[in-house]
């Protein structure tokens, strides 16, 4: 709890001071295969993530994967899909998630990162798809909203790009990436206003 409270301060560098010798006594004793133990392995991979730590955070979270069960399991598995597709590791990413597909049949998160990892595979037309699925369970979906509507407007439907964009605000009126490529959309549509 104090590591999610923490982190949430943004104060990462506690949460690895203070998980990282839990984290190593329990592997030392217990191993891989504990579900709590998944839990401080995803919030100390989370904090990694965070500084910039990518490896760190890759290694941690691989080995929370062993004893992570239910929505930790895909949690830890979408995280570590995110940073291989930053890395263009498609092909591994794409694995991961086959087989939390298994799992996780009809989970939006899921669905989104499939359609991450086709769209940077350049399957536009799949992810297309896969950004509809997450939207069909969850369209109050900020960033698939945002995604899609970036893949919207590179085919050129700029329209229903702009709706993605628009929806994406409607839902977090904070979201920066959604305001920026709103006004990006309304000036190539001459919307200067």
């Given amino acids: 709890g104090l590591a999610i409270s923490l982190g949430q301060r943004g104060e990462h560098r506690q949460v690895v001071e203070l998980l990282t010798p839990a984290v190593e006594d329990a592997l030392a004793v217990a191993g891989h295969g504990d579900n709590a133990l998944a839990d401080l392995l995803l919030e100390l991979g989370n ?3 965070s500084l910039g730590e990518k490896d760190l955070a890759l290694q941690r979270w691989r080995e929370g994967t062993h004893g992570a069960q239910g929505e930790k399991r895909l949690l830890i598995g979408l995280n570590i899909a995110q940073v291989l597709c930053g890395d263009r590791q498609f092909s591994e990413a ?3 998630c086959k087989d939390l597909e298994a799992l996780f049949p009809a989970n939006e998160n899921l669905f989104y990162a499939q359609g991450v990892i086709a769209r940077g595979t350049g399957d536009l037309e799949r992810a297309a798809q896969l950004f509809e699925q997450a ?3 969850n369209p109050a979906y900020p960033i698939c909203l945002n995604t899609y509507g ?3 407007r590179d085919i050129g439907r700029t329209h229903q790009s702009r709706h993605c964009f628009e929806q994406a605000l409607k839902h ?3 979201f920066g990436a959604a ?5 990006s959309v309304l000036k190539d549509v001459a919307r200067y206003d």
């Fill in 179 to 183: 305001m920026n490529n709103l006004g």
């Fill in 94 to 96: 794409a694995q991961l």
């Fill in 47 to 49: 904090a990694h993530q």
């Fill in 150 to 152: 970036l893949l919207l």
């Fill in 172 to 174: 977090d009126p904070s």
């Fill in 135 to 137: 939207l069909e369970r």
